[in-house]
């Protein structure tokens, strides 16, 4: 049986408390630590800094990576590219010296390890010379906690970041608390060292608050010498506000008016966490005993049951991720998300064997692939519910991907009064053997493999889509089929009733209109309703006006900003129909006397104002659209 070896004895730290380098702002910092860790998708390493000259600046792939990450809230504060570059290279995070940043990411926050891309240079390199050398972040579990505070309101986190770094943006004051708290929870482990006369004083926050606490009177934190090492870090945490308990003028901490009731009953909770991180594990050399947990034969008798495999299909719109998210699952950390493209393979979504190399010697083993990893995940936790979300499943070869993991799309149905099997409803029917998914998931190459009852797969495909795989009946036939309705029934009104741009049309006139076109012409083609106009097809933003077009007192960056803005709709909307919807008989709906190309149809639309942007189709389609008896109120 395969089981864990006792638990590493990682190497003591070196505290650092003699370093002499100091890291103002530091509340910036880490706030662009945590940002570049989100815009990279949350990587176990990331090589942020790239040299340029004696500096170091971030790399190009996160300049984009952190452009597009941002862009909706820096088009919303007008902060351009250029700005939201310059600004983040000014960040201590590139200036400072790497002790320094060693002290906070390593032994304040515990955040991350810092080191040099060039490994082999030591960690003093940057003590003389003002050269800074490239460096990277190796992020602890630290970050995924910071990552779970993020989540639960992400753009409104996202902008305290940003604020914290020094961009002027609304944030949201509760989540600005939110996360100050949060920084000052993950500090409570940091030890700190200052001078008392002839005698050396380590002690950390709590110290602070039971001083504070016992006296009353401002506690000072100066010392009898100069600052080094944490202790500055200390004093930098303090000055930017990170600690909201206490107050910090001139090296002397007193306690926060506004926090001092509360300081009390925390300070008891900081105790009891440093106690019960100081626990020492007893027996280490010889361990015995039962701890309580459960075997994996128990797994079965505690695991959700019902999983599933769906099939969601409709027009392009229609609301199939929409109808993912809020009536499946909307938590990134229970699912595995990817798109099926014709060149995704079985490889690809199972896994590979993959060379490695460790100490110069080169060995093979399995990478699992997101149908393994996320298998071994709803394997080992029963009680919580899995999705693998697989969309456009048709525009891959999707029998060719599953390969024998097909068999497993068979579900249990029922317990059998006599001869069950004792796996929940939700399980695969049938076992398959593959060594490899099964040496991941339950460590042992020759167990059989099934589908557990708590992970559940969800497909989508566009059914307009005629040029792409075709799923055969054996294959569809083991999925619960689900059409997504095609309908404004429980779309926002806000959505919906929106005009488009400077119109008196709304969204929802336009669409139902040229739905029933689509139907009414196509009548003969048996795709026809496939052809519509989804409800989900543009975005919100697609719809809203940019008066800034028309501003001649904005710079021409600006106004050509805003133009763009205001042909996302045709663009995206008016293509569609020309080169799709109505390819074969564009005369049914367009004016073509008169613009007989899509860049004229474009052309006429945005440089048109109000309703007659619609001039670019026929008068009957025009009078449908603008017709006042179909206006919403």
Avoid at 300 to 315: F, H
């Amino acid at each position: 049986m395969n089981r864990p070896d006792n638990m590493l004895a990682y190497d003591e730290m070196d505290l650092k408390l003699g370093i002499k380098s100091s890291l103002p702002h530091v509340k910036s910092t880490l706030a662009l630590a945590i940002l570049l860790w989100e815009c990279a998708d949350r990587p176990a390493e990331l090589v942020y800094a790239a040299q340029h000259g004696d500096k170091v600046i971030l790399t190009d792939e996160l300049k984009q990576w952190v452009f597009d990450y941002l862009s909706e809230i820096c088009e919303d504060e007008q902060i351009d590219y250029n700005s939201l570059i310059a600004k983040i290279n000014e960040n201590q995070l590139f200036k400072s010296q790497m002790e320094a940043l060693m002290v906070a990411f390593e032994l304040v926050w515990k955040l991350a390890k810092v080191s040099f891309v060039e490994e082999n240079k030591a960690a003093s390199a940057e003590r003389t010379g003002g050269i800074r050398y490239p460096k990277k972040l190796l992020y602890s579990v630290n970050a995924d906690i910071i990552h779970s505070v993020i989540e639960s309101h992400h753009d409104a986190y996202i902008r305290v970041l940003m604020s914290w770094i020094g961009f002027r943006v609304d944030i949201d004051p509760e989540c600005d608390s939110i996360l100050t708290y949060l920084f000052t929870a993950l500090s409570e482990g940091a030890v700190f060292k200052m001078t008392d006369g002839s005698r050396g004083v380590v002690f950390n926050q709590n110290s602070l608050y039971c001083k504070a606490l016992e006296t009353n009177q401002p506690v000072d934190v100066n010392g009898d010498d100069e600052a080094k090492g944490s202790l500055r870090i200390l004093k930098s945490l303090l000055s930017d506000g990170l600690n909201p308990y206490l107050q910090y003028s001139g090296g002397r901490v007193t306690t926060a008016e506004r926090r001092a009731k509360d300081l009390e009953a925390y300070q008891m909770r900081v105790d009891t966490f440093l106690r019960l991180s100081a626990t020492k594990v007893v027996g280490l050399e010889d361990p015995k005993g039962d701890d309580g947990g459960l075997e994996q034969d128990n797994l079965e008798g505690v695991r959700v049951s019902g999983g599933t495999n769906v099939l969601l299909y409709g027009v392009p719109g229609a609301g199939k991720s929409w109808t993912i998210a809020h009536e499946y699952c909307n938590d990134e950390r229970r699912m595995e998300r990817l798109v099926f493209h014709p060149d995704y393979t079985y490889s690809d979504f199972i896994g590979q064997i993959l060379p490695s190399v460790s100490e110069g010697m080169v060995s093979y083993s399995f990478m699992p692939g997101p149908f393994t990893s996320l298998l071994r995940k709803a394997y080992l936790n029963p009680e919580t519910e899995y999705f693998l979300l697989i969309e456009e499943i048709n525009r891959g070869n999707a029998p060719a991907i599953f390969g024998e993991v097909f068999q497993l799309l068979d579900r249990k149905t029922e317990i059998k009064e006599t001869g069950d099997d004792g796996y929940p409803i939700g399980t695969s029917e049938y076992g398959i053997t593959n060594a490899n998914i099964a040496g991941i998931v339950y460590g042992n190459p020759s167990h059989k493999v099934r589908i557990p009852s708590n992970m559940s797969i969800i497909g989508t495909m566009n059914t307009s889509d005629q040029n792409v795989f075709t799923l055969d009946t054996a294959f569809q036939r083991r999925w619960d089929m689900r059409m997504i309705e095609n309908s404004f029934n429980g779309v926002s009104p806000a959505f919906a009733g929106h005009a488009i741009l400077d119109t008196q049309v709304t969204w929802r006139v336009f669409c139902t209109a040229i739905n029933n076109i689509i139907l009414e012409k196509n009548v003969r083609l048996t795709s026809a309703e496939d052809k519509r106009l989804g409800t989900y097809f543009v975005h919100l933003r697609d719809l809203i006006y940019d008066a800034n077009a028309d501003n001649d007192q904005l710079g021409e960056f600006e106004r050509a900003k805003a133009k763009r803005n205001n042909s996302r709709f045709p663009e995206k909307v008016l293509k569609y129909l020309w080169d799709d919807a109505f390819k074969f008989s564009r005369e049914d709906v367009f004016d073509v006397g008169q613009y007989n190309s899509l860049e004229a149809v474009i052309k006429k639309f945005v440089q048109e104002r109000g309703n007659a942007r619609f001039s670019v189709f026929k008068d009957t389609v025009y009078d449908a659209l603008t017709s006042p008896d179909l206006q919403e109120d």
